[in-house]
């Protein structure tokens, strides 16, 4: 009968880390060491297969590097409240200074069946006319509001959007309560989930509302930000850094979120830069998915050199050429967004983008996932 014990490398060695992630065979392990004893689980955490041997030792519990969850050094167990969530664990053995371990001895792995998240679920249009979704992202004192060019015009754009027969929403970022995207994806591509990670693992985090208004709801995104050295808001960079989930599916799946989504802008500023913050805009959003209007975007700037903000105020305020320009590109996003609902196929298919297109010919292949199933 073969030997079923496997030499991991010498004791020495292997004992000056307190977890490390190894391969045998193909069958990832995570040996952590620990009060002088060693231990050994699987490799691949039941959640997004994160490598737990990269992660770190809290007590008796390893601590997936990806999403944070935990299993037992010794039983693979999950912690307290999630045991039914079980990962394989292994025999080890020392001999003449040597580590050894038993792949044949691997328990069974469990998953227990977790409540799937509301954003979790197949991506179809609602029947019904064209919704538009306006995105303020300029940040303020709640208590103490002040007037914003870049809220009034949107405002303008949303109230004739209704006129149109349009259903509309209207999100204020300030008004959320949000975290900033920690950067999943840095870690690995399959980190970065849909949902996003924060807001499966963050009852509290209240960015679901953008993306269940831009992924299911809306037709129309028309956002507005003003100008803040010579680019968008830190609001708006906010969102989009957490909007990465949504194009990730892109790059992992082939799964276009946002199809046959229209997007304008609208900008204002009383410094310049119109179109670095538009060409921002617009590249971003189409990474996205989205489509656009012909002239996607309104803007206003005094440039440079104007410092007496109270004037640019009182500029939009008054200006009927920049409240019509609104609502024409309202008219013009609208338009866009009923013929492609006209022609646009009963179901999603998820064959384009960018690997299809051969936007990912020149990357290298995702690693492949070594598992112990």
């Not at 025999?91 to 003449?96: A, C, M, P, V, W």
């Not at 050429?321 to 338009?335: P, Q």
């Amino acid at each position: 009968m073969d030997d079923p014990w496997t030499d991991l490398g010498p004791v020495a060695e292997l004992s000056k880390r307190p977890l490390q992630q190894l391969t045998v065979g193909r069958t990832a392990i995570a040996l952590s060491f620990l009060d002088g004893r060693f231990a050994a689980i699987s490799g691949v955490c039941n959640h997004v297969g994160g490598p737990l041997g990269d992660g770190r030792l809290d007590g008796e519990y390893i601590v997936c590097p990806w999403h944070n969850w935990k299993f037992h050094r010794d039983t693979g167990l999950g912690e307290p409240g999630y045991e039914a969530d079980v990962v394989p664990r292994y025999d080890l053995r020392e001999e003449g200074g040597r580590l050894y371990i038993d792949l044949t001895s691997a328990t069974r792995r469990q998953k227990a069946k977790h409540e799937k998240h509301p954003l979790d679920r197949p991506l179809g249009r609602e029947a019904g006319g064209v919704r538009v979704v306006g995105i303020s992202t300029t940040n303020m004192d709640v208590a103490n509001p002040r007037y914003s060019t870049s809220d009034a015009l949107l405002e303008t754009g949303l109230a004739h959007a209704a006129t149109v027969g349009c259903e509309t929403r209207l999100i204020r970022l300030r008004d959320l309560s949000f975290r900033a995207c920690e950067g999943y994806y840095s870690k690995a591509a399959r980190a970065c989930t849909w949902p996003c990670s924060i807001t499966q693992m963050d009852p509290r985090d209240q960015l679901d509302r953008v993306y269940e208004a831009i992924v299911f709801w809306a037709d129309v995104i028309l956002v507005a930000t003003p100008i803040r050295w010579g680019v968008a808001s830190s609001l708006y960079f906010k969102m989009a850094e957490r909007l990465n989930c949504v194009q990730n599916q892109i790059t992992l799946r082939n799964r276009v979120m946002l199809r046959n989504k229209v997007a304008s802008f609208i900008i204002t500023g009383g410094q310049d830069n119109v179109q670095g913050v538009a060409g921002q805009a617009l590249c971003f959003f189409a990474e996205l998915g989205c489509q656009f209007p012909q002239f996607p975007y309104v803007a206003h700037s005094r440039g440079w050199s104007a410092e007496d903000m109270e004037e640019n105020v009182a500029y939009v305020q008054h200006s009927e050429e920049l409240h019509a320009g609104t609502r024409a590109l309202v008219d013009r996003a609208v338009d866009l967004s009923r013929r492609l609902i006209a022609t646009a196929p009963e179901e999603h298919d998820h064959r384009a983008g960018r690997k299809a297109s051969g936007y990912l010919s020149a990357k290298p292949s995702l690693p492949v996932v070594v598992s112990d199933d």
